[in-house]
C-alpha cells in the first residue's frame, strides 16, 4: 500500500520560497506517476504538477508555469514542489498523489492521496 506524507508546508511572504516533500511510509513510489494538487478555502481542489515515473516528463497548471518545479529522487523515495515567488493566491492545502496512469492523476483521478499540508503566503 501506497501511503504519502507531504511535509515543508509553512507560512512565507509573497515573493518568498518554499520546498514541499512527499514520501511513502509504505510501497515505494518510484514506479508512480506523482503530482500535486492544492485546495484553498472554499474553493474546489485544482491541480498543480505531475511527473512521469521516470522524471522525463512533467506538467504544470497554467498558474504555476515558471514559479514552481516538481522533481522526484526514486531513490529516496521522495517527490518535491519547488516553490517559487509565491504569491498569496497561493494560499492553500498541499496535497500530494500517485498513480500508476500519468493521465488519470492529471484529472485527479488517481489511487493515493496524502493528507496535505498547509501553505500560506502573506501579502
Known amino acids: 500500500q501506497v501511503q504519502l506524507v507531504e511535509s515543508g508546508g509553512g507560512l512565507v511572504q509573497a515573493g518568498g520560497s518554499l520546498r514541499l516533500s512527499c514520501t511513502s511510509s509504505?510501497?515505494?513510489?518510484?514506479?508512480?506517476?506523482m503530482g500535486w494538487f492544492r485546495q484553498a478555502p472554499e474553493k474546489e481542489r485544482e491541480f498543480v504538477a505531475t511527473i512521469t515515473w521516470n522524471g522525463d516528463s512533467t506538467y504544470y497548471a497554467n498558474s504555476v508555469k515558471g514559479r514552481f518545479t516538481i522533481s522526484r529522487d526514486n531513490a529516496e523515495n521522495t517527490v518535491y514542489l519547488q516553490m517559487n515567488s509565491l504569491k498569496p493566491e497561493d494560499t492553500a492545502i498541499y496535497y500530494c498523489?500517485?498513480?500508476?496512469?500519468?493521465?488519470?492523476?492529471?484529472?485527479?483521478?488517481?489511487?493515493?492521496w496524502g493528507q496535505g499540508t498547509q501553505v500560506t503566503v502573506s501579502s
Open positions: 509504505g510501497r515505494s513510489i518510484s514506479r508512480y506517476c
Open positions: 498523489a500517485g498513480d500508476s496512469q500519468f493521465a488519470r492523476l492529471v484529472k485527479g483521478d488517481n489511487d493515493y
